[in-house]
């Protein structure tokens, strides 16, 4: 005599089904978490060749008035990434919009090799460039005329910059 809890024999066509349901619901989490893994990897900020002597860079503080905006004038900038890192160009961006910058346009253009940030001064202003200068902690200031009045300045940030650690919104 048996004791215990009776148990139904298993139904003869419900077996494999079950097996291959399992391993497609296995294959497509593998899936998933492959997809997953190379999403992280291309949004990941590699660190760029050639910058071993460079030192951290110094940024003044949003609130340094040397750094920020004059009162009452619209500065117009453009931003344009020579970095070849993705997403340095708006990061780049919200960091000058921080300090009163009308950032105007931002875009990435054709990596240039061992590119550092140079501040291009296009209405003769180059207090405005120092200014930029002092915001982002680094770069040359170099007059560039353009008569075209579409910005004041044009930023083309290269390998040299890092944004800041912390985020700049809240």
């Known amino acids: 005599m048996t004791v215990g809890i009776p148990t139904l024999p298993p139904t003869p066509g419900n077996g494999?089904?079950?097996?291959?349901?399992?391993?497609?619901?296995?294959?497509?989490?593998?899936?998933?978490?492959?997809?997953?893994?190379?999403?992280?990897?291309?949004?990941?900020?590699?660190e760029v060749s050639g910058n071993?002597?460079?030192s951290e860079t110094k940024v003044a503080a949003p609130s340094d008035t040397a750094a920020r905006a004059p009162r009452d004038v619209r500065i117009r900038v453009r931003v344009v990434n020579i970095?070849?890192?993705?997403?340095?160009?708006?990061?780049?961006?919200?960091?000058l919009r921080l300090y009163g910058f009308d950032?105007?346009?931002?875009?990435s253009s054709q990596p240039e090799r061992n590119a550092s940030t140079r501040i291009a001064v296009h209405t003769g202003h180059e207090e405005w460039g120092l200014r930029v200068q002092k915001a982002l902690g680094?770069?040359?200031?170099?007059?560039?005329?353009?008569?075209?009045?579409?910005?004041?300045l044009t930023v083309f940030v290269g390998g040299d910059?890092?944004?800041t650690a912390k985020s700049l919104r809240p």
């Open 16 to 46: 494999p089904a079950r097996n291959w349901r399992g391993l497609v619901a296995v294959m497509l989490i593998g899936v998933i978490a492959a997809g997953a893994g190379i999403a992280w990897w291309q949004t990941r900020t590699p």
């Open 52 to 54: 071993e002597g460079l």
């Open 83 to 95: 970095s070849g890192v993705t997403g340095l160009a708006r990061r780049t961006t919200q960091h």
């Open 103 to 107: 950032v105007v346009d931002f875009l």
């Open 138 to 152: 680094l770069g040359t200031v170099i007059a560039a005329p353009d008569s075209s009045r579409y910005a004041d």
């Open 161 to 163: 910059w890092r944004p």
